[in-house]
């Protein structure tokens, strides 16, 4: 039986790195939306309550409900999460005198409480709240405080409940990782024995159970998400699984030959489809984001669908769908806003004829490529840099083009062959270039031009739920902006994009 602990998200940007520290010792966790709890299940070990912009005091601050928590499971609430904790219990929420936003001394009252074993007397911790609890209820005890936060964690007498009022998942506090690791593996009994083996092995009996005797057919991309699936589910169904690669109009310049040819010798059925005509047509005119990706989204299930009447008794879409993709297009109704949709998740039409599988969505990136290593996938798709699902119809911005696409197909080419070619291909966990949509003044030879601007984005991450902006060196990207100028007909202006995740986004749309 799989152990697992569960997240209920109240709408924290924070919530996935929870996640994130969790799968870091081995455990499986799930994000939940608040008021969808589950049935409590033998595999449940721990329930941990997230932060969230909203303050208990509100008259429609989200809350689980009375009755929907067990008692007897270990429970840890984090900022909001301990808020609510002490308030519905009876204790004091009151707004602090000023946000408390930042780095903050913890000093340990209790250190023989099982939760800050191991933690020193006084560590760093990160504060990020508006509210602060004034008050326990009674039969809460503290166990740690800072300068300013006399309640920053407390233990309930007599049940397996803690609250702490810092981010114990963040990098800046220093001991947070050590915190979540006593709730989750001493607390909660969890035996980190999440790995690779076990989740290609419980995947696959799963996949043969799901999809038992039917055929699967499987959009491949080249990338590493659709290749680790195709590999998982080869290995469940084997033949029956038809792989289709579609060319949207979309990819990298000769991607759509190149792809193919790597799937050469995987043993999988792969047939190449040329609808790139079909998906530019239905994206003239559009410039909204969000329509954009429906309008792809949309099109690749209709083509997938066409091909799948093609082959005998198909029932099953699979996706290479992952878990980012999956929290970031679920909004927590009344906490958080949709970051973005994705066409995997959020373009399906109500009347699709085809059930979907998606052996990837528990998975993070990493976790993706850690599985697809002990798959034994070909080292030179393991190691690509991950792609938008919607291709280049959101690395140019505003309308798509077949003359844009063109022009962003050559730049992004000369971009990441000078990072193969500089040895930076590999310390870069992204790279790609941004077609924007503004001309600026610029001067070739003797005659003034008034052409495109092409940004050039690279970044570093783990799972592309927080990413960091790349320090290529000065010389390689002077000899590429010097390359696409000179190189790609329509362009007068290269820039780089130097801002992380968050604020921004890795993609600009």
């Given at each position: ?15 996935m ?28 070990k ?22 929907k ?13 301990a ?16 946000r ?26 990160w ?30 007498e ?22 979540l ?20 092995e419980?995947?696959?009996a ?5 999809i ?32 289709i690669f ?18 050469k ?7 190449g ?21 429906k ?9 997938f ?30 906490a ?17 004829k085809l ?19 002990a ?27 077949p003359?844009k696409i063109?022009i962003?197909?050559e ?28 001309k600026s ?26 990413a ?42």
């Amino acid at each position: 039986m799989m152990e697992r602990i569960l997240i209920l998200d109240f709408g924290s940007q924070y919530t996935m790195l929870i996640a994130r520290r969790i799968r870091e010792m081995n455990v499986y966790c799930d994000i939940v939306p608040f008021n969808k709890i589950p049935s409590i299940t033998p595999d449940i070990k721990g329930i941990i309550l997230s932060g969230s912009p909203s303050s208990v005091r509100a008259e429609n601050a989200p809350q689980p409900g009375p009755g929907k928590l067990p008692d007897d499971l270990p429970i840890l609430g984090i900022c909001y999460g301990a808020q609510w904790l002490a308030w519905s219990c009876g204790g004091t929420v009151d707004a602090s005198d000023a946000r408390e936003y930042g780095r903050a001394l913890l000093s340990i009252k209790d250190a023989a409480d099982p939760l800050l074993k191991e933690v020193p007397a006084e560590t760093q911790v990160w504060m990020s709240h508006g509210d602060t609890i004034t008050s326990l209820p009674e039969g809460y005890k503290v166990i740690a405080s800072t300068e300013k936060v006399d309640n920053a964690a407390f233990k309930v007498e007599g049940r397996p409940v803690w609250g702490i009022q810092f981010h114990a998942e963040v990098h800046h506090s220093e001991f947070g990782r050590q915190i979540l690791h006593n709730f989750v593996i001493g607390i909660c009994g969890c035996t980190g024995s999440w790995t690779p083996a076990g989740f290609i092995e419980s995947t696959v009996a799963e996949l043969r159970k799901k999809i038992g005797g039917d055929k699967v057919v499987l959009g491949l991309s080249g990338g590493v998400d659709s290749s680790v699936a195709a590999l998982l589910l080869h290995k469940a169904i084997g033949q029956r699984l038809h792989c289709i690669f579609v060319d949207s109009g979309l990819l990298r310049k000769d991607e759509f030959s190149s792809v193919l040819a790597s799937y050469k010798g995987m043993g999988l059925n792969v047939k190449g489809v040329d609808a790139s005509a079909r998906f530019l047509g239905h994206l003239a005119g559009i410039t909204d984001p969000e329509a954009k990706r429906k309008s792809i989204g949309r099109d690749f299930v209709e083509v997938f669908n066409a091909e799948a009447e093609k082959i005998e008794d198909v029932c099953w879409l699979a996706q290479g769908t992952i878990y980012p993709d999956v929290i970031e297009s679920s909004a927590v109704p009344g906490a958080s806003a949709t970051i973005k949709s994705h066409h995997n998740v959020g373009g399906l039409p109500k009347d699709m004829k085809l059930k979907v599988v998606e052996p990837l969505r528990l998975l993070f990136k990493d976790e993706v490529r850690r599985v697809g290593k002990a798959l034994g996938l070909d080292p030179d798709i393991l190691g690509r840099h991950p792609f938008p699902g919607p291709g280049l119809g959101i690395r140019v911005l505003g309308e798509v083009t077949p003359e844009k696409i063109s022009i962003i197909q050559e730049a992004d080419k000369i971009y990441i062959d000078a990072l193969k070619r500089w040895g930076l291909y590999d310390q870069v966990w992204q790279a790609g270039a941004i077609l924007l949509p503004i001309k600026s003044v610029g001067v070739m030879g003797d005659e003034r031009t008034y052409e495109n601007t092409i940004a050039l984005r690279a970044v570093t991450s783990v799972d592309g739920m927080t990413a960091d902006w790349v320090r290529l060196p000065y010389d390689f990207l002077s000899e590429v902006s010097d390359a696409i100028i000179r190189g790609v007909k329509g362009v007068n202006r290269v820039v780089y994009d130097i801002c992380s995740k968050p604020p921004a986004t890795i993609e600009w749309e």
